[in-house]
């Protein structure tokens, strides 16, 4: 598949920070899509961006479609302990959906 | 409302034996895949399918069959299992009417130990 490049690979952050988190790829992609992981249980979709350029928010996390369509960003705002688990950009192209490798935030209060 | 179920949710077996991980959804969405989850591996891509009868290969198919005789339904079967098949299973599906930029929705996994 095609590789993604998620950084940083975990965060230990204290609640209230700003938290980004990025993906990178060699490959172009048509949409992207953002992720949570909670202990035990499988992905939840957070944020889908369907265009180049296309900046999205939810709440306290807003996220960016790269012009060049082979990037994204994710940041959270005012962080709080419900953050924590893991983050996955996932770019798709086609019926093919491949993800980075997570981010792990810990967020302490 | 189940969304993506998967059964089931914790499995041990001995290296050789078989099982069947089960996935079902209730969404009438016509693309299925399972995934496997590893540490510091993320997700990736065993098997998928774009509707009742038709499937194909991702990006770690080795070791593993699938069927799509319902749209509900999406059996991934593991003939012989090895400690290296040891992981988190998930089932996800989407809406392809949509096109292809309809988001995956996740099951909560099957965590799969091979001794």
């Known amino acids: 598949g095609q590789q993604l490049n998620q950084s940083p690979q975990s965060m230990f952050i204290q609640e209230g920070e700003d938290v980004s988190m990025n993906c990178t790829s060699s490959?172009?992609?048509?949409?992207w899509l953002w992720y949570k992981q909670d202990p035990g249980e499988g992905p939840v979709l957070l944020i889908a961006?369907?265009?180049?350029?296309e900046l999205t928010s939810n709440g306290r996390l807003t996220a960016q479609f790269g012009i060049t369509r082979k990037d994204s960003f994710l940041n959270i705002s005012a962080s709080i302990p419900s953050d924590v688990g893991i983050y996955f950009c996932?770019?798709?192209?086609?019926?093919?959906?491949?993800f980075g490798k997570g981010t792990s935030l810990l967020v302490t209060p | 409302n189940a969304g993506v179920t998967q059964t089931p949710k914790f499995q041990v077996l001995k290296t050789g034996q078989s099982m069947t991980l089960q996935c079902a959804q209730d969404m009438n969405h016509e693309y299925m895949s399972w995934y496997r989850q590893d540490p510091g591996m993320g997700l990736r891509l065993i098997h998928y399918?774009?509707?009742?009868?038709?499937?194909d290969q991702g990006e770690v198919p080795n070791g593993y069959n699938v069927s799509r005789s319902t749209t509900e339904d999406f059996p991934l079967r593991l003939l012989s299992a090895a400690p290296s098949q040891t992981s988190v299973y998930f089932c996800?599906?989407?809406?392809?009417?949509?096109?292809?930029?309809?988001?995956?929705?996740f099951g909560n996994g099957t965590r799969l130990t091979v001794t």
């Open positions: 490959s172009i992609f048509n949409t």
């Open positions: 399918s774009v509707g009742a009868g038709i499937t």
């Open positions: 996800a599906s989407r809406n392809s009417l949509g096109g292809y930029n309809s988001p995956l929705h």
């Open positions: 996932a770019g798709q192209s086609g019926y093919a959906l491949n």
């Open positions: 961006l369907y265009k180049a350029g």
